[in-house]
């Protein structure tokens, strides 16, 4: 007589039998992610913001709003592994969450998909062609918040599928936390809220009670709590302290993003037709034209077989969408991450309902069927390396070294553009190149907080203070330049109409320029 096994190695087995896929198709994106991640500090794939992230997580600053809180305290960690170069380790950062991502996302879809669907199959294929969207894998091999933001709406999508399973508050109450860290990387995340409240509202009884709300409300501001990093890093005066939050005033300049507000559905009517046009082209490419057909038809499919989750997906990604459409910046399609995540899932729905067409056909049609299936996420992966690989791009390393390896002992280098500010913040804040030059953004000296932060940081040079009218940064720029002649002053980058003000010589092999000030032609 065979002896019954124990209610532990029982429960032990189930666990791994659910849970080693999951680590597989994690592991396969993660080695992938590795083999293509960017080995230093890159602009490929929208990564321009890479230099002030990474800077402002090695010295435990503030980056640009809305502060990105969850994401900096990570990355500092990240810093710290003894491994390539700093950009390349936050780099590792978002490989990692990437591949979690997928792996959450695997355990959701197992949980969503169709009962007859084969168990471990489909959600496999699914959760791969997640992994080798172009969206997802462009931002898993650079130094950006929005891997960690795809990881955030795996795990959420992960909550609302276990609790709709097992009604049991804990699920909610993990939600809640991990959505207050959530708004801590990327404030989108907060569309999954109106539309998870789609699938929980018919329930309430289930979970609008004292016992539940309050714990869940305990744990959202528990999450929340992270923002008290931004007035803490502020307080010590890092190189990079955007907004310098350790005031109120400042505090909500930084976390309401103030300074980007104007892009909010900024989007001219006339410039409409175009962008649908360049949407409708980045959609198609997630998972190739014949994937974007496979997840519409599963998308009809969900709405047939489970409407409420079907309503929820709709929900999240109308909101989502619509606020990136109309967010007027070149980037702002890669907010669509959980977008795509949803998508994925219609793709395996799309894939079951193939499947069940696929039974009425002879055996040796349904092996070929299931043979094309399998290699769809292959494709995906061939199509998508090239543009999404920048394993060769030392564009920037380059860059950094000779336009620090150009300029005097304690220079003064002013410059304009977010490429060269946040890549010379990096060589000097991030990699500790050439400590003795100074560093100062032009059009930043607008802001009060940034001159003070100036004069924190370089109390030696002479930081201009807009007296007698409203002085432009231009003008700004001039002053600085005039009120530090003793310093030996470069530009990265320059404005035509400053060489009315300067005369400026070309140094060393990059494009950075010595100043001569013709002085009775400033401001």
């Not at 220079?411 to 010379?424: M, S």
Request: aromatic residues 14%; hydrophobic residues 50%; proline residues 7%.
């Amino acid at each position: 007589m065979k002896s019954k096994r124990t209610f532990g190695e029982s429960s032990s087995g189930r666990l791994w039998y659910s849970a080693w896929p999951a680590v597989g198709v994690s592991a396969a994106a993660f080695a992938v992610y590795l083999i293509t991640l960017a080995p230093s500090l890159t602009n490929a794939n929208y990564g321009t913001d890479g230099g002030d992230l990474i800077s402002a997580a090695r010295v435990l600053g503030v980056p640009h709003p809305t502060g990105y809180p969850t994401y900096t305290m990570l990355a500092w960690l990240f810093t710290q592994l003894p491994i390539g170069t700093i950009a390349h380790r936050v780099n590792l950062l978002s490989a990692v969450c990437a591949a979690l991502a997928v792996g959450v996302f695997y355990s959701a879809a197992r949980r969503v998909l169709p009962p007859k669907t084969p168990p471990l199959l489909v959600p496999a294929l699914a959760a791969l062609t997640l992994a080798f969207s172009s969206l997802l894998w462009s931002q898993a091999v650079i130094a950006e918040v929005y891997a960690l933001l795809a990881l955030f709406a795996a795990v959420l999508l992960w909550c609302l599928v276990r609790w709709r399973d097992a009604m049991r508050d804990r699920y909610l109450w993990l939600a809640a936390c991990t959505l207050g860290l959530a708004l801590g990387n990327h404030l989108t995340i907060l569309f999954w809220a109106p539309a998870a409240l789609i699938t929980l509202w018919p329930e309430r009884r289930s979970w609008m009670r004292v016992k539940t709300l309050l714990p869940a409300a305990a744990l959202l501001v528990l999450g929340l709590s992270v923002y008290a990093y931004l007035p803490l890093a502020a307080r010590h005066g890092p190189p990079v302290n955007w907004g310098n939050p350790e005031t109120w005033k400042g505090f909500a300049w930084v976390v309401s993003g103030k300074q980007y507000q104007r892009f909010a559905f900024g989007v001219r009517w006339p410039d409409i037709p175009g962008r649908l046009a360049a949407w409708a082209e980045r959609l198609g490419d997630q998972f190739g034209w014949w994937g974007l057909a496979a997840a519409l038809i599963g998308g009809w499919g969900q709405w047939r077989r489970d409407r409420r989750l079907a309503l929820f997906s709709v929900a999240w990604m109308c909101l989502t969408a619509v606020y990136a459409f109309f967010y007027n910046t070149g980037d702002s399609h890669v907010y669509l991450l959980p977008v795509v995540m949803l998508m994925a899932l219609w793709w395996g729905e799309g894939i079951h309902l193939l499947l069940g067409m696929a039974r009425s056909l002879r055996p040796v049609w349904q092996r070929l069927v299931l043979v094309l299936l399998v290699l769809l996420p292959l494709g995906s992966a061939a199509m998508h390396w090239g543009a999404v690989d920048p394993d060769d791009d030392w564009e920037l390393d380059a860059y950094i070294h000779q336009a620090l390896d150009a300029v005097e002992p304690g220079a003064l280098i002013i410059v304009r553009a977010d490429r060269p500010t946040f890549a010379l913040w990096y060589g000097v804040y991030a990699e500790g190149l050439r400590p003795d030059v100074r560093v100062v953004s032009g059009p930043l000296l607008a802001y009060i907080w940034y001159r003070d932060n100036m004069r924190l940081l370089y109390p030696d040079l002479s930081i201009p203070v807009p007296t007698g009218g409203n002085l432009t940064w231009d003008d700004l720029v001039y002053r600085l330049a005039a009120s530090n002649t003793e310093v030996p002053t470069y530009l990265t980058d320059f404005k035509e109409e400053w060489r009315e003000w300067f005369e400026l010589t070309e140094v060393g092999t990059g494009p950075i320029y010595r100043v001569r000030l013709v002085e009775s032609l400033g401001p």
